[in-house]
């Protein structure tokens, strides 16, 4: 299957390794090995991202503007075809390469808090190298991304017109998300807060996507597909809803779900050391908050995806986006009942 592309890249089939790579969800992976050399080759995911142009556009702007302004920043630039081209159109899909990084290696969960800082070290280097580019130059991949206005009006729509089963099923998490509305009516105050501003933003800041050399010290961010012009509570919101609790979405047993203090101090150490100058105060002050915004906005995607009969994430069983729902909502309670604590922490740095 891949013997065209490879071909693009002046590779052949036979002489080189293919693996598969990685456990992402959205696109397929591989490591390849040509030449002793190593690469990484991808097939966009084109139902997610209808315009991979358009992430090509963006990672050779970003990388343009770096290697410019910061050429010492490791920035993982895509290998170009032997025509010149980024991205390779096949009739099995599209796919784009970059060369493997030497010595590095990622995580899929943040097991350490010095893992948690090095990984909010690099997101907030990233934006802010960024900070003189402009951001509104982004192609928008996903639209709406993280509009949680948006992701809440989907899930009001679809209880008129989801699975009449699933919505009474899903009747004691629906009254949980009503009562979190408030979450929704801050966001709205952000988006027209002046002090709130468009930056450069990863908008999926999971540890999976930071490189890290073999003493754990984090290289680079990786996996620009969703990098669009944003509020920096998406990247430090993703960080604390994925690195705070040591189980993911995926468990069902909530006794499972708490909240490690120790990670939250250190992403708010390692995204202040590179960012605190940058964020105004009112954004200093949003630091918990922007916990609460992506937790909350996860848990209502899940919840609305399982009353729309399970069309985007998909279902491994029945009722598991109900099941992934009442995770996140479980963890959104917990991480408001330690506010007090949190809240201290990021408010002190």
């Not at 943040?110 to 893992?115: F, G, I, T, V, Y």
């Not at 948690?116 to 802010?128: I, K, N, P, S, V």
């Not at 009449?164 to 899903?170: K, N």
């Not at 605190?276 to 630091?287: C, D, I, M, V």
Request: proline share 3%; hydrophobic share 40%; glycine share 6%.
């Amino acid at each position: 299957m891949l013997e065209n592309v490879l071909a693009a890249y002046g590779m052949k089939a036979g002489s080189t390794s293919i693996q598969p790579y990685g456990n992402g969800l959205i696109n397929n992976t591989w490591k390849l090995i040509s030449d002793n050399r190593g690469f990484i080759l991808q097939k966009v995911n084109t139902n997610v991202f209808k315009s991979p142009g358009d992430i090509a556009f963006n990672v050779n702007a970003i990388g343009a503007y770096l290697k410019d302004h910061w050429p010492d920043y490791h920035f993982v630039h895509p290998v170009i075809t032997s025509d010149g081209q980024y991205l390779v159109h096949d009739e099995s899909g599209v796919f784009r390469m970059f060369p493997f990084v030497p010595f590095s290696h990622t995580k899929n969960v943040a097991e350490k808090p010095q893992q948690a800082y090095e990984a909010a070290l690099q997101f907030g280097r990233f934006t802010c190298l960024l900070s003189g580019f402009n951001a509104t130059l982004l192609k928008v991949t996903i639209p709406s991304f993280h509009d949680l206005s948006l992701r809440y009006e989907n899930f009001v729509v679809m209880l008129k017109k989801g699975n009449v089963e699933r919505i009474a099923a899903a009747n004691h998490l629906i009254l949980t998300a009503f009562k979190y509305k408030n979450i929704v009516d801050v966001y709205e105050s952000i988006k027209i807060n002046p002090d709130f501003r468009t930056r450069v933003t990863h908008h999926d800041t999971k540890i999976s996507n930071v490189l890290f050399d073999n003493n754990d010290n984090g290289i680079c961010v990786i996996d620009l597909d969703t990098t669009l012009p944003g509020y920096f509570i998406s990247d430090v919101g993703d960080m604390l809803r994925t690195y705070i609790c040591p189980v993911s979405e995926e468990e069902n047993d909530y006794d499972k779900i708490c909240i490690r203090p120790e990670f939250y101090e250190a992403i708010v150490m390692g995204y202040y050391a590179e960012m605190k100058s940058e964020l105004t105060l009112s954004e200093k002050n949003s630091f918990f908050y922007a916990g609460s915004f992506m937790i909350y906005m996860q848990a209502i995607r899940f919840l609305t995806d399982y009353l729309d009969d399970d069309r985007y994430y998909g279902a491994k069983y029945e009722g598991h986006n109900l099941t992934r729902a009442g995770n996140q909502f479980v963890l959104l309670q917990k991480y408001l009942d330690a506010e007090n604590k949190l809240a201290y922490i990021s408010a002190n740095l």
